[in-house]
């Protein structure tokens, strides 16, 4: 036995993953286990997986056969967590290192699932999706390490089905936890010294809570934003990820009425093209994307907007590449997100669609991409030189021991030397100088 309740834990993918594991530990903290610093001391080696582009995956089979050298030279046990356990049990199964694969909904399982490997040494798996499970009762355990910033997981799983994603294959379908339970996160988070927290769902616009006992009396995004922020008017509000189809003028009047509420909405376009927007299945169009932005700036006039662009999706031409190109001078993002298409297998893309354009063009598309958005990325920071943001001071600068960083409201990241102020202060500083990715000031 001896470490053999030392649970090391990876971590890939998206935030929400990130609050997923920090559950995961809360879940087997209750049986027993202590997290440890470094898998060469571990009992438990879990790993949290991505599926949503080839790549996240293949960077997991590397890591399993890294933990496979570990377990011939020692007692250890490897469990694969989260959306790849999801979309590939049994190949997980196959792989000589894995003892466990866990899916996102069945995480209260893993001490159970844990108890009969040791009882009877053969591997576990458990990935059965509910359309229930919330873990709204569950306390995670932080992990993030400036005690400053931490995620809230508002709602699980994805009803979209964006032909190319492999989401609502491996989250399942789309549930909306517990108004009162998130409220309660914030709070706990608050009272433990935090000052921003950042409520994660795939689409936070189609949060929508009913009451069980009462049906009429329900909760939606902008409604739940409000309560957030009134639970303290110096923690910070964030959320993610916006839809395009259904960002309702609610939630930018909650942003403009409340100073806490930060102005940053990242709302991904995926495409400039009609067609292949359509081709998507993303329900809008260049027009009515537009439209939104319009009111974004109309409403929250200083909004940052950031977005997610996929270059050489199916079928995709030149013509709609340069509409891409195109809708991102018109819009003019602070930031993206920027991919070339993956085909990710079981998708309604992967079924129907050819992935047709030949990776150089997918290549030289994104690099295109890439250029443009770096451009604008450093006309906007540049637009800042000379003006005063309010920014959360996060910890100290990675390039400069004597700097310090954090955010503004627009969620840019500030460099700027150190006066003894502390992570989790509030200073207000004016921009002098700046990168594509970083503002450069002083405090004043
Ligand atoms: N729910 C969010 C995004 C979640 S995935 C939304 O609807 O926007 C994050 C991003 O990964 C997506 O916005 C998309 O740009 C990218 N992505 C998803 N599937 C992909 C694929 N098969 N290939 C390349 N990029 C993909
Ligand atoms: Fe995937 Fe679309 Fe759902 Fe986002 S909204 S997670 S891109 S299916
Ligand atoms: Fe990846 Fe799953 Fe998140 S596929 S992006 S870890 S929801």
Avoid at 33 to 52: H, K, Q, R
Avoid at 217 to 238: G, K
Avoid at 301 to 329: K, N, W, Y
Wanted: net charge negative; charged share 25%; proline share 4%.
């Amino acid at each position: 036995m001896g470490n053999n309740k030392r649970l090391f834990i990876e971590t890939y993918g998206c935030q929400m993953n990130v609050y997923d594991s920090e559950v995961v530990i809360s879940i087997l903290e209750k049986d027993g286990y202590t997290p440890c610093n470094g898998l060469e001391d571990a009992g438990l080696i879990l790993v949290n997986t991505c599926s949503i582009r080839e790549n996240a995956e293949q960077r997991v089979w590397g890591r399993l056969d890294r933990f496979l050298q570990e377990k011939k030279k020692r007692d250890v046990r490897v469990g694969v967590l989260g959306c790849m356990a999801e979309r590939l049990k049994r190949e997980l199964l196959s792989h000589p290192a894995v003892d466990i694969v866990a899916g996102p909904d069945t995480y209260r399982e893993l001490p159970a699932m844990l108890r009969r490997l040791d009882e009877s040494g053969e591997k576990q798996a458990e990935t059965t999706l509910s359309l229930k499970e919330t873990y709204a009762d569950i306390e995670p355990v932080r992990t993030d390490k400036n005690g400053v910033t931490s995620f809230i997981s508002i709602m699980r799983g994805c009803n979209n089905m964006c032909t190319y994603c492999i989401v609502p294959y491996v989250r399942g379908g789309e549930r909306s936890r517990d108004p009162q339970s998130i409220v309660r996160e914030a709070e706990r988070l608050y009272r433990d010294g935090y000052k921003e927290v950042n409520l994660l769902g795939q689409n936070v616009d189609s949060y929508l809570w009913k009451n069980p006992d009462n049906p009429t009396e329900t909760v939606n995004f902008s409604q739940l934003l409000e309560l957030v922020a009134l639970v303290a008017p110096d923690m910070r509000v964030r959320f993610s990820t916006s839809h395009p189809k259904d960002m309702s003028n609610g939630v930018l009047y909650s942003m403009a009425m409340y100073p806490n509420i930060c102005t940053h909405i990242h709302l991904p376009v995926q495409s400039g093209s009609d067609r292949m927007l359509e081709k998507m299945n993303r329900k809008y169009t260049v027009a009515g994307y537009l439209e939104r932005i319009e009111k974004i700036r109309e409403i929250v006039p200083d909004a940052a907007v950031t977005t997610d662009i996929i270059a050489g999706f199916c079928s995709e031409t030149e013509d709609d590449h340069q509409a891409t190109l195109e809708l991102m001078r018109k819009v003019r993002f602070d930031s993206a997100f920027m991919f070339q298409y993956s085909q990710r297998p079981g998708t309604k893309a992967a079924r129907h669609f050819p992935d047709d354009v030949p990776t150089e063009i997918k290549t030289r598309r994104l690099n295109e991409i890439i250029e443009l958005q770096s451009a604008i990325s450093l006309e906007r920071n540049t637009e800042c030189i000379g003006n005063t943001y309010e920014v959360l001071i996060e910890g100290t600068s990675k390039r400069d021991d004597n700097s310090l960083f954090g955010r503004t409201s627009g969620n840019k990241v500030c460099v700027f030397p150190s006066l003894g102020h502390k992570p989790g202060e509030y200073v207000n500083i004016k921009v002098e100088s700046c990168t594509s990715a970083t503002l450069l000031g002083h405090i004043i």
